[in-house]
């Protein structure tokens, strides 16, 4: 069956790294575009990241500029997330989702196919 698992979240003091994966199964990844989202509590459901299966073009929400970097390794059939400089902010649950092909939808979540159950990532303050 379809289904992609995230993992990789924990709790990690501010200015800590973490590093999350996002691993598909039942379905070739290669194909499809992955973005990162996260939802902190009482807020939306914001785009972090994404990755195209097409150009391997890479797209980020201003607030993670320069401190996330997104990547694929089609031969695991996983999308990555290194996260470095964390601050309290970053504190949510963290989700992959594919697209196909583009990123035409990120950074909206409603476009994407099929999603991930999460990961929370904690940064302690």
């Known amino acids: 069956q379809v289904q992609l698992v995230e993992s990789g979240g924990g709790l990690v003091q501010v200015g800590g790294s973490l590093r999350l994966s996002c691993a598909a199964s039942?379905?070739?990844?290669?194909?499809?575009?992955i973005g990162w989202f996260r939802q902190a509590p009482g807020k939306e459901r914001e785009g972090v990241s994404c990755?195209?299966?097409?150009?391997?073009?890479?797209y980020y929400t201003n607030s993670v500029k320069g401190r996330f970097t997104i990547s694929r390794d089609n031969a695991k059939n996983t999308v990555y997330l290194q996260m470095n400089r964390l601050n309290p902010e970053d504190t949510a649950v963290y989700f992959c989702?594919?697209?196909?092909?583009?990123?035409?939808?990120?950074?909206?979540?409603?476009?994407?196919?099929?999603w991930g159950k999460g990961t929370l990532v904690t940064v302690s303050s």
């Open positions: 989702a594919t697209d196909w092909a583009s990123c035409s939808d990120w950074p909206s979540p409603y476009g994407m196919d099929y």
């Open positions: 039942g379905f070739t990844l290669d194909y499809y575009a």
């Open positions: 990755i195209s299966s097409t150009d391997g073009s890479t």
